[in-house]
């Protein structure tokens, strides 16, 4: 099995986030078949990658500018069986490739997700924010499988496919994620949900697995690490589960959603003040902030729905 590895880069401002990614990669149990770095819309940054890595494959976006277009320009590159992706700040594990080529060893999987462990640039997690919403730095979060098993969807900084089927059902889609961010710039994403629900619709009994064994930690700047980068990017992702809704209907769309709003967000808010009542004053912090995610994903959901929907209208 050969796996392409592409990791999507877009500033200089990265650069040594860049340069510890591709040594993660370089540096694995498992070698990978080729490294590809994929440019998005960035000459200086393009020149300066070539003369670096004269070993990898460094390539412009040859898409739409943002992350699903480098993505698709880097399948399409790609000679291996598996594209794996990985983010631009993220560091992987030695074991990180090896696990998720062992996850396609059933014909049946056609993306294998692993587990994404956070990196406070602040040195330490703040002490409100819930383990439950962690998808909003990029990472694993309370609530989905703790041991391999099917899941619907794989997080996109830390996934591979097999190469074939990405093409073959148009890739991901760009006006989806954070190439579309409009006059006002919002963390967008879901590209990989719409993506993945897209893949299993349109490949009856294929799946998608999650591998815990693929480990990688992904960093998270202290900016992001503020109540307020909370509230945007929770409201940014219920606009984007609009968006996913109209591409693949609501059922497959909100499925995973739904099950994590009843059950591990309630769960997590009890925690958190049982942890309160025991002499843990955060707690109180975590539960409010459950709340709150919960209610700003909700709204900008409703409003991305109203928008599209007026957009319909006028059509």
């Known amino acids: 099995m050969r ?3 592409v990791i999507c880069v877009y500033t200089e401002d990265r650069w040594e986030d860049i340069r510890q990614a591709v040594e993660s990669v370089e540096n694995q149990t498992r070698r ?3 490294i590809i770095l994929v440019v998005d819309y ?5 020149l300066r990658l070539k003369k670096e890595y004269p070993g990898a494959i460094v390539v412009v976006n040859a898409q739409e500018k943002g992350l699903s277009g480098g993505k698709n320009t880097g399948a399409q590159i790609a ?13 992987a594990e030695p074991g990180w490739l090896e696990a998720l080529e062992e996850g396609f060893q059933d014909p049946t999987i056609v993306g294998v997700g692993g587990l994404t462990r956070p990196l406070w640039g602040t040195g330490h997690r703040p002490g409100w924010y819930p383990h439950e919403f962690d998808w909003t730095v990029g990472c694993s979060y309370r609530g989905m499988p703790t041991e391999r098993a099917r899941i619907r969807n794989v997080m996109g900084g830390n996934a591979a496919f097999r190469r074939e089927p990405i093409g073959a059902v148009g890739g991901f889609h760009t006006g989806i994620g954070r190439s579309v961010q409009g006059r006002k710039p919002r ?9 993945c629900i897209r893949l299993s619709q349109r490949m009856p009994g294929s799946g998608m697995l999650f591998e815990p064994a693929a480990v990688i930690g992904h960093k998270v700047p202290a900016a992001r690490a503020t109540f307020g980068y909370f509230r945007s ?5 219920g606009l984007s589960k609009a968006l996913v809704t109209q591409s693949v209907g609501a ?3 909100l499925a995973s959603e739904r099950a994590h709003a009843l059950k591990a967000l309630p769960l997590g808010a009890l925690r958190g003040v049982g942890e309160a ?3 843990d004053v955060s707690g109180l912090g975590r539960a409010g902030a459950i709340v709150v995610g919960l209610t700003w994903t909700t709204w900008g959901y409703v409003v991305g729905s109203l928008r599209l929907k007026k957009k319909r209208v006028r059509a």
Do not use: K, M
């Open 79 to 91: 000679s291996g069986d598996i594209v794996a992706y990985l983010d631009d700040d993220a560091i």
């Open 187 to 195: 963390p967008l994403g879901c590209e990989e949900t719409e993506f």
């Open 42 to 46: 960035n000459p200086e940054l393009h």
């Open 3 to 5: 796996t392409s590895v």
């Open 32 to 34: 990978p078949h080729e």
């Open 251 to 253: 059922g497959d769309g």
């Open 277 to 279: 009542l025991r002499g």
């Open 233 to 237: 990017r929770c409201y940014a992702e």
